[in-house]
């Protein structure tokens, strides 16, 4: 399995973001604004994600600016379980315990890098729980993404260029 | 695990945290064991905050489950198979 060299992309690092439940307004704002930051570094972005949660993406980028593919989250799962994919940075985005349990089974399972972005009311709580991390994005925001989008102005030139 | 549905389950849990569920099996059931994420159960992978219990009660399996908004399902499924490869420590 080579990180970031699968389909057409070989050689290329490529990057995933593990969307959660889209209840939180600044989720779908947010995923599109760190594909957008990582698309201008070089990167290649997936989304992998339930229904409602890619068909935001979707409906948001309908030409494919910015997200180039999208990825059932039990399928990417499946096959990251499988050693069939798997990316050299993987952006795990939690709100709720079931994020929780997503980053820590990323964390587990793949060889490339695992960026936690905790936001949500209850972001100080969450982020407690992902110590196992080089680097998390974290900001108290539900309804405005600004802080979240200050925290990716911030971190991601040094996670991009130094992790 | 997209599939689980087609899996005829019973529900031990729902809308629950993933430490509820471990919590839940420690406290029900004598044997359990800790997998990894990734190992497969009825063919799909199970992920979960390490280390993650699944309980055997004679033919039975009692495993976690999560949902993205609903938090964490626990599952009792009949299979006497997997039952068989958890006792004997058959990994994926």
Partial sequence: MGIGREGSDTGARRAVLVLGCPQVPVQTSIALYLAHVLRLRGLGVSVAGNRAARHLIQVADPEGRYVRESIDIDTYFSQLAGGERDYAFAFVFIHNDSGLVYAASVHAMTQGVVIPVVYGEHYEEMAGQVSYARETIMANAVHNPMPLKHRIDEVIPWVVSNL | ?92
């Fill in chain 2, 1 to 92: 695990m997209g599939c689980i549905e087609s899996v005829k389950h019973e529900i031990l849990l729902k809308n629950a945290s993933f430490q509820e569920c471990r919590d839940f099996v420690r406290a029900h059931f004598k044997e359990h064991y800790i997998v990894a994420p990734g190992y497969r159960i009825f063919e799909k992978p199970v992920i979960g905050i390490p280390p993650i219990l699944i309980a055997v009660e004679g033919d039975d399996v009692i495993f976690p489950y999560t949902k993205p908004c609903y938090g964490t399902f626990l599952l009792r499924a009949t299979d006497r198979d997997e039952a068989y490869r958890l006792k004997s420590g058959v990994n994926a």
